[in-house]
């Protein structure tokens, strides 16, 4: 079978390219790139060329974009560049150049993509990049995962070119005349896949002549147990973590099988970033109080008494959510909740645990609505007076760690805890029979 006809049956059968699917084709000028670009036109594909110019190599960045932008006008096709400062974006962002760019290419083509209404998006990577990624992330500890190499397909990303080595790709760009440029940087060791590539590939092909096509077995194989593993991982992650909202809840009860088994442990909860170190302490922490909190690198997880509690990291409320309640308001939100504020000179007595009535004369404008921070206290009304700490309060309550961050907590100007919105009022700040004005606050 010829090169066209291998290429047309890859896209077709392997990736699921309808003919009349429209491409975006991230073209660098190298020869990986304008094969793929010559091979989609050939093949009546409608395509558009994009070009990254990142401006990391002087001239030779201009000298790339002119060969794209001359090869797409003799085809007739689309040309699309899009210039980076790259170096600044790295520093900016305390990434390498290479992540920087990567971060930037992607951003930029699947921009262009939706605004140009192409279904895919295809990169020109090879087997030997297939292979290289494997040994690579062999050497970073990705586990199972990460032996599975660049996959074909994910998402609206594809790699038409992963059944070519790096062989047949530079064959065919002879044999079929194709223009290209050879990327200098490609061939210095300064980086970690030009070692692989230039260093480490050629003694494993020393051992084994047939090492390329080895490993792309072996890749298949890793694969193929990665989604048998994950047939058995996904059902049961599905039946444990109900999601809530923005919160994932995993009861501790239906957990009980599978926390003295680690591995199923890191995959259960591989999808949240947690390592094995910390699971290891989640098991050893299971039969001891709750609330303890254990972090992965974007989400925290708390034992609670009953529960699991899995939320996304964010900014700390209480460091953020503030509100000044000056003497004329009358109503206001804070915290999802709305509320409604009045004075009178005489009022009912309302026991609603949504309602606050309070001596105004004891209080000092503008007050402070916010959450609950380490160290808080009040004096409980019913308590006589004694001090309790907020956390003790949350406690005695069965109000779970991740609950006690959300609830309202409305301060006077002297830094006293009036209220614990929603549950109780401080003792300090009731009407007493010489209480003249009331304020009346409702959460609504």
Known sequence: MDLVSRFQCYVKETLGIQKDDKLLLAVSGGRD????????????????????????????ADLDEELVKAFALQHGVPFFVQHFQTTHYAQQYGLSTQMAARELRYAWFEELRVQQGAQWVAI?????????????????GTGLQGLQGILPKRDRV???LLFLSSAEVTRSVQQLNIPFRDDQSNFSTKYARNKVRLEIMPRFREINP?????????????????????SFILPIREELFIREGDL???????????????????????????????????????ESEPGKVFHS??????????DLLLKRKEENPAM?????????????????????????????????????????????????MRFWEVGDYFCPIGMGGKRKKLSDYFVQRK?????????????????????????RADNRYRMTESTKKVVTLVCK
């Open 33 to 60: 790139s304008m094969l793929m670009a010559h091979l989609f036109l050939v093949s009546g594909y409608a395509c558009f060329l994009a070009h990254c110019n990142f401006h990391l190599r002087e001239g030779d």
């Open 124 to 140: 020109a990577q090879h087997q030997d990049d297939h292979i290289e990624t494997v040994l690579l992330n062999l050497t970073r």
């Open 158 to 160: 594809i790699r038409p």
């Open 210 to 230: 047939e090492f390329d096509q080895v490993m792309a077995a072996n890749i298949v194989h890793f694969q193929e147990t990665y989604e048998l593993l994950q």
């Open 248 to 286: 994932i809840r995993v009861r501790r009860s239906k957990m009980e099988s599978y926390i003295s088994r680690l591995p199923i442990l890191f995959e259960l909860f591989k999808p949240y970033g947690f390592a094995k170190n910390i699971l290891a302490d989640l098991q050893a922490h299971w």
């Open 297 to 306: 690198p974007g989400y925290e997880l708390w034992l609670d008494r009953d």
């Open 320 to 368: 953020s959510a503030r509100l000044e309640i000056s003497t004329g308001t009358r109503c206001f939100s804070f915290a999802d909740n709305q509320f409604e504020m009045t004075v009178t000179d005489a009022v009912t007595l309302c026991r609603a645990e949504n309602v606050l009535q309070v001596d105004i004369g004891k209080l000092q404008f503008p007050l402070l």
């Open 399 to 423: 109000i779970g760690r991740y609950d006690k961050k959300r609830i309202p907590i409305l301060v006077n100007g002297n830094g006293d805890i009036i209220w614990i919105v929603g549950y």
